[in-house]
């Protein structure tokens, strides 16, 4: 038998000082790659369209690439495109949740951010690599310069915004959609595929021969008017 009892245990450490705002538990989320949608700015176009637009921002989300104009870059242009972004998305049933942005930003566009409920993040300064919409802003602006070197000659440069939904559609359709590659980005985020049969696409900013009708023309006059 020991001569001597052994020795208590030490007491407990005193519990830490519990923060009354923290929330009783914690957790970590590891949001997959292909769930973070991009957006950007593009540089200034060389002409100011005839409604003050001057700069296009692109935002890929699942592989779809959408294009909005913006007049400037200031904090309410980059709000009003932004809003405008959002409501696309949400009422095709794909919202926005997670975005990577560059890091020009504003207090009003993170406001914006957190009253839509949408998780941002910014890319480092001057590494713009690891930014998706880079390659999404080069692919655009690519199908954009062939879309106006196709144009009629007589197609005035400042309407440039008005071919960006046709620009839009062209390009989405030919492109796949992230959550399934068997369909096109345009099937993706409508859940329906695009009817050319219903829907034939011409080429845009092509002149067009409009026909007069009989009574309202000359009697040597040509049959339309250009």
Same mark, same amino acid.
Not at 71 to 84: E, L, Q
Not at 157 to 186: F, G, M, Q, Y
Not at 188 to 213: C, E, K, Y
């Given at each position: ?15 830490? &000082? ?5 929330? /009783?538990?914690? @957790? #970590? +989320?590891?949001?997959? =790659?292909?769930?973070?949608? %991009? ?36 904090s309410a242009s980059y709000v009003a495109a932004f809003t405008s972004i959002v409501s696309f998305f949400k009422n095709l049933s794909h919202p926005l949740t997670h975005l990577l942005l560059d890091n020009e ?19 480092? &300064? ?5 930014? /998706?919409?880079? @390659? #999404? +802003?080069?692919?655009? =602006?690519?199908?954009?310069? %062939? ?74 006059a040509k049959h339309g008017t250009r």
């Amino acid at each position: 038998l020991p001569l001597f009892p052994p020795a208590p245990d030490p007491p407990p450490p005193p519990p830490a &000082p519990v923060d009354p705002l923290s929330p /009783p538990w914690s @957790r #970590s +989320i590891t949001i997959h =790659k292909d769930e973070w949608s %991009s957006a950007d700015l593009t540089g200034r176009f060389p002409v100011r369209s005839v409604h003050g637009f001057e700069y296009i921002l692109v935002v890929a989300h699942h592989g779809y690439i959408h294009i909005t104009p913006l007049r400037n870059r200031t904090s309410a242009s980059y709000v009003a495109a932004f809003t405008s972004i959002v409501s696309f998305f949400k009422n095709l049933s794909h919202p926005l949740t997670h975005l990577l942005l560059d890091n020009e930003t504003s207090t009003d566009l993170t406001n914006f951010f957190v009253s839509a409920l949408i998780n941002y993040q910014y890319v480092p &300064p001057n590494n713009h690599r690891t930014l /998706p919409a880079e @390659r #999404s +802003i080069r692919t655009a =602006k690519n199908h954009i310069l %062939s879309v106006l070197t196709a144009c009629h000659v007589s197609f005035p440069s400042n309407r440039w915004p008005d071919l960006l939904p046709h620009i839009e559609l062209t390009l989405n359709t030919v492109r796949t959609w992230k959550p399934n590659p068997s369909l096109s980005a345009w099937h993706g985020l409508h859940s329906t595929p695009f009817d050319f049969a219903a829907h034939p696409i011409h080429p845009p900013g092509q002149l067009v021969v409009a026909h007069d009708a009989p009574l309202t023309r000359a009697s040597w006059a040509k049959h339309g008017t250009r």
